[in-house]
């Protein structure tokens, strides 16, 4: 715990950070490669901290989506292949240059601004063409449609051989979505091949993320993208743990008659005379204002509901009859040390949203700090 103690404060394990990919790269297919995604910052657990660890473990290949990720990963002296994970503004692609950032490409704007940079000795690496393939609608061509061959047959002359990559993304791992998903992706990848001088062995062809990884379901890919299993999101029966706690401190204990209403707006109004504590975490910190009906687990052991208004820096637990509490007690509001920790599932639903948002949202809200045990 750094001198200037914080009131709140995430905790990143390391050691699980390293396990769950150790255990990601064990699901990989023999002959398939992998592609750490540490996007969002590493999903708000601080890219810097986790480049190291994938290095470690032989990783080529990391994901990316904003440059001032791709520079923190060269910066901390990651060589292999940084791949951005969507379309790029204009801007960014000048931006990235230094920092050879691998480019998604699926319009002939993007395809002659890399051809002429690249003529220029600016851009080195490789280019990934994004295809649609019925996914996301997102940024990926589709080629489908007459137009959309046409667009692809102008980026295969434009960029010839710099082709290093053929990719999509599933929107869903459902069994026959997926399966669907994937054929299409393929049929469309041999559209390409014979439709350019392309070869097949110098092109890495790659769709799947963690949920296509854990899936039951065999798709062809050449490599996986996975972001969400390396901090312990999914499968927690295989092993994989959560990678990031979020604990505040309890800095006010007091007792309020029946009839107090608590918080903004008076909501809520104690039917019977209450202990509270004042736990110093609130919206600033990632507390959703939403989250009113969660609890959160006072010094390791006492599940207390969470009522009233979060306030900005403030939130307000039912402790009553928590024998021993004391101001300056630990509260977990995820994960945590305790007998019963908030697990992903439990905080998801608290929160209403996944895991990932929950992560990348806390990570940069609060202080963090590392630890390897
Ligand atoms: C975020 C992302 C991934 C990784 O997804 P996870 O579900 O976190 O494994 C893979 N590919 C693309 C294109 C992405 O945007």
């Given at each position: ?182 054929r299409l992706?393929q049929q469309q990848v041999s559209w ?182």
């Amino acid at each position: 715990m750094p001198d200037i103690c914080p009131a709140s404060w995430c905790t990143v394990h390391r050691d699980r950070i390293s396990r769950n990919l150790e255990l990601a790269l064990d699901l990989v297919p023999t002959g398939r490669r992998f592609c750490a995604v540490l996007k969002a910052d590493a999903y708000g657990h601080g890219i810097q901290q986790v480049v190291p660890l994938v290095q470690e473990q032989g990783v080529t290949c990391i994901g990316i989506t904003s440059n001032s990720e791709a520079r923190a990963v060269r910066q901390a002296g990651f060589n292999g292949a940084v791949v951005r994970l969507r379309a790029a503004a204009p801007q960014e692609i000048e931006g990235a240059l230094e920092d050879r950032v691998e480019e998604q490409v699926a319009s002939r704007r993007a395809a002659q601004q890399i051809r002429a940079s690249a003529k220029a000795g600016r851009y080195k690496a490789s280019v990934h063409l994004s295809l649609n393939a019925a996914g996301m609608s997102r940024d990926g061509l589709e080629v489908s449609t007459e137009a959309g061959k046409e667009t692809c047959r102008e980026i295969l002359d434009c960029l010839g051989d710099r082709i290093g990559g053929i990719c999509t993304h599933f929107p869903s791992n459902d069994r026959p979505e997926l399966q669907q998903s994937s054929r299409l992706f393929q049929q469309q990848v041999s559209w390409v091949f014979e439709n350019s001088n392309l070869k097949r062995s110098d092109v890495v062809v790659h769709a799947g993320s963690s949920l296509t990884l854990i899936s039951e379901t065999a798709i062809e890919t050449d490599m996986y993208r996975c972001g969400a299993i390396l901090y312990g999101i999914l499968k927690p029966e295989l092993g994989f743990r959560s990678t990031m706690d979020l604990e505040a401190r309890v800095v006010s204990l007091q007792d309020y008659p029946e009839g107090s209403t608590v918080g903004y707006d008076r909501e809520h109004r104690l039917n019977r005379a209450r202990r509270l504590a004042c736990i110093a975490i609130g919206y600033e910190n990632g507390f959703r204002r939403l989250s009113r009906n969660g609890s959160v687990v006072v010094g390791g052991r006492f599940l207390a509901p969470v009522i009233g208004k979060i306030s900005m820096n403030a939130i307000v637990a039912d402790v009553t009859g928590a024998d021993g509490i004391q101001v300056g007690d630990t509260v977990s509001v995820f994960g945590g040390r305790g007998a019963a920790p908030i697990r992903p599932l439990m905080a998801e639903s608290q929160f209403r949203t996944i895991m990932a948002d929950l992560y990348t949202d806390w990570g940069r809200r609060n202080y963090r700090y590392y630890i390897n045990q």
